[in-house]
């Protein structure tokens, strides 16, 4: 019980400064292309089932201070739609942008099902598993949103 409290106390300061779920959706929600919003957000309001791997990518900006373009590709935000299985477990080395792959079938370790980006569709990095963190922050883009345009 005790390590529950603790654990609960230290997940909140190590999140995005200043930024909750709630705005941490309605940022992703808008960086969306229209045509899909609606179907992500019912995925997004969901508990369980369909969406596992939206609400991970939420999860993801809010705790690691992650930046969002403006406008997300649509081909990307479309593998949550088509793959139910899909989850943010890859991102870009360059500008952080996480991109969804779909895990084997012995969870999220080792090489994944399916490679979904190889090369982000943002910016063109190679991605990968925990690539933005394993490479040099001078290499990383500035804090700033990444650079983005829909290539789908
Ligand atoms: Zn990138």
């Known amino acids: 019980m ?7 106390k230290s997940a909140r300061p190590g999140g995005l400064v200043g930024l909750d779920w709630r705005s941490a959706r309605e940022q992703l929600l808008a960086a969306i292309d229209p045509a899909q919003r609606s179907a992500v957000a019912a995925l997004l309001a969901q508990r ?26 649509s081909g990307l935000v479309a593998i949550y739609l088509d793959d ?27 090489e994944p099902e399916r490679v979904y ?16 963190w394993s490479t040099p922050n001078e290499l ?4 700033a949103a990444p650079p983005c345009a829909d290539k789908a």
């Open 48 to 73: 369980s089932g369909g969406g596992a791997g939206l609400r991970m990518w939420l999860r993801v900006l809010v705790s690691q201070s992650r930046a969002l373009p403006e406008a997300l590709p």
């Open 140 to 143: 990383h883009l500035a804090a």
């Open 2 to 8: 005790q390590a529950t409290k603790k654990y609960r």
């Open 84 to 110: 139910p299985e899909a989850v943010p477990l890859h991102d870009c080395a360059h500008c952080g942008l996480a991109v969804p792959v779909r895990p084997n079938r012995f969870g999220y370790d080792g």
């Open 117 to 132: 980006f190889p090369e982000c569709p943002c910016c063109g990095a190679r991605t990968g598993l925990y690539a933005y």
